[in-house]
């Protein structure tokens, strides 16, 4: 149905009755839950959010996004950093509904439809001793974690999640449904690891799987002085790959296993995983315990799941961030970090440090639209705040700790970034990879159908100039 400005306007009962989903509109009960994500500050109104059931539902919601032109926001677990899982006045093709998984036990390896969380699929597969690896965080969707690359407590052993995508099915611009993987559509299966959600609609992905049963890890909370925090980076590069970490340095959250007095003091909050034997699990972390009488231990042998601790729904915080690479944290880097964060004037303010290398780095940096294998530490600084009209504050905190903290590593993790503006989508992707990615963009979206994302334009006339 055409409206006066020429513009299709979507008929909600025709979707209804043509689409297999659930069609939830503006005045349905499920409207205001169904629009939320996960971020705060993001408060917007689509005309429609369907919540596909099937790949036919998928190509329906696509044709009706190219037919009406309205923007077309592409949504698995909804955590975008960007908020580019809303949009005021556009569609949400929202595949949270599809979570289907089938596990090959003796093959290892899984397809798993977009909709299931990271935690879900590390419960499913560690009901077989086995894990791919995602983020730190288990209500994160494995859709948007995986296309930007994927980062998480496995990255030094078995690389990014990206590197354990063995296939995936995409639904392009046009409705088709491509099988991509090493053998077809190399071009589009190196395009998906890491370049996010430009080229189309992953409907299915098949994922490597690796013997991790029980592993030793947890929470370990440290005193943060400049000798431990530059310590602990040093154990952690030259650790074991079996061993990721993540050091947040933050002010100790009043959670009741903390010790009062050290409430709102800079402490760090390290998460450990040895994904190996608990023996040499507990020989390679005991160096960790001894940098400082922890004030709270909590790693200890568990079942990988575990990792991931239960969740409330209704948490939606408004962050400002920025992420970054950096060579080296040594004791003048580490007091930078201890004299910034008691500055911000957020609710919170954290510096996150992540030791990367191992298995990530071992390919070379052309195999994945991801390139930043040779980064040796990913570094994310924040400040949450609840009042949306101090976000200027606080936006501009975090760029002058990130201006403060920067080596010469100017690229960034596709997945970390907020609305930055192009040059930080570019940051993403150095300049072979983006050219590369334009010329991919142009052949499977020319008309930048997928664009509410970190965008990469088509490349005009489809070729580097
Ligand atoms: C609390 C928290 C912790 C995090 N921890 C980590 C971490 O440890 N490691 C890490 O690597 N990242 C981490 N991230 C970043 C995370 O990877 C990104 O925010 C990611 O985009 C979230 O995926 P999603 O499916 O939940 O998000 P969504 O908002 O649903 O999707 C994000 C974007 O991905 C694209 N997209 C999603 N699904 C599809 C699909 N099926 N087909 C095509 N395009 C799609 C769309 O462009 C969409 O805008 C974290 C984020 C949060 C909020």
Redesign the pocket.
Known sequence: MATKNNQIAISIPELRSSLHGRVIAPGDVDYDEART???GGFDRHPAVIVNVADTSDIASVIALARETGLEL??????????G??ATDGGIVLD?SDMRDLQIDVEGRTAWVE?GL?AGEYTTAANAHGLATG????G???????T??????YLVRKYG??IDNMLAAD?MTADGELLRVDSESHTDLFWAIRGG????????RFQFRLHEVDNIVGGMLFLPATPDVIASFIAGAESAPEELST?ANIMPAPPMPFLPADYHGKLLIMAMLVYAGDVESGERVIAPFRQLATPIVDMVKPMRYPEIYPPEEGTYHPTAAGRTMFLDKIDHSVAETILEYLPTSTGSMAVAQLRVLGGAMARLPADATAFAHRASRIMVNVAALYERLEEKAIHEAWVEDFAAALQQGDHGA?V??LSNEGEARVRAAYPDGTWDRLRVIKARYDPNNL?R???NIPPMENGKVS
Do not use: E, K, M
């Open positions: 994500v996960f971020y926001a592409v949504r698995s677990g909804g955590h975008s950093n960007a580019h899982s595949l977009p969380t995602f983020g730190d965080t209500s994160v969707g494995i859709g948007g974690l296309l930007g690359g994927g980062v998480g990014l999640t995409v996010g959600g430009n080229f189309g609609v992953v409907t993540i993790y997945n970390f997928f509410l994302n970190q």
